[in-house]
Antibody, heavy 122, light 110 residues
């Protein structure tokens, strides 16, 4: 059974870089049938797609966040990671990692982690 | 402001049927597949519907999806208290080149 688990600091200071890792178990990230993505949910708001990555390292980003986002993949350790730079309070959110059902980076997401709350505050 | 528009809340009694709408445009819903997710706060979101009307393995047929033009609808029949959750629609937006979601609808089973 595929499982995804987010990990990383729960508190980040304004202007610093948010870094999270998604560890995949029960399946290999090294597959040509799926992208792997990040989605966030600010408090009281809806879902926002951040970006997705293929096992080769090819990534697709939300244009609204592209200038600040980097997603990387580590197939040897079966995880992928998110870096979001120059964070502000508006980046406070629950961050989810998820598996994209297809190899197009367009969704849908068929397996999700439980999410991790990241608060941006000094 | 979400790209896709959903009602903030819907409610119905146990055993009844409810529908949740998702409104978009020609750059998203009309020309791309729609998916639906169920989310209980504190848990992992669950994919309910993909490719407009298909159910992943394990999703009961009480859940159904449909699409017409720039709108999509999630239907839930035989409501149970365990169906109380937030529901989100999602699709690809060809103009934005991004996956987009609705703002979510909170379902209350009275």
């Amino acid at each position: 059974q595929l499982q995804l688990q987010e990990s990383g600091p729960g508190l980040v200071k304004p202007s610093e870089t948010l870094s999270l890792t998604c560890t995949v178990s029960g399946g290999s990230i090294d597959t040509n049938t799926n992208f792997w993505g990040w989605v966030r949910q600010p408090p009281g708001k809806g879902l926002e797609w951040i970006g997705s990555i293929y096992y080769t390292g090819t990534a697709s980003y939300n244009p609204s966040l592209r200038s600040r986002v980097t997603i990387t993949v580590d197939t040897s350790d079966n995880h992928f990671s998110l870096r979001l730079s120059s964070v502000t309070a508006a980046d406070t959110a629950i961050y989810f990692c998820a598996r994209d059902s297809y190899s197009l980076a367009r969704g849908p997401f068929d397996n999700w982690g439980q999410g991790t709350l990241v608060t941006v505050s000094s | 402001q979400s790209v896709l528009t959903q009602p903030p809340s819907v409610s119905a009694a146990p055993g009844q049927r409810v529908t949740i709408s998702c409104s978009g445009s020609s750059s998203n819903i009309e020309n791309n597949y729609v998916s639906w997710y169920q989310h209980l706060p504190g848990t992992a979101p669950k994919l309910l519907i993909y490719e407009n009307n298909k159910r992943p393995s394990g999703i009961p047929d009480r859940f159904s999806g449909s699409k017409s033009g720039t709108s999509a609808t999630l239907g839930i029949t035989g409501l149970q208290t365990g169906d109380e959750a937030d529901y989100y629609c999602g699709t690809w937006d060809s103009s934005l080149s991004a996956v987009v979601f609705g703002g979510g609808t909170k379902l209350t089973v009275l």
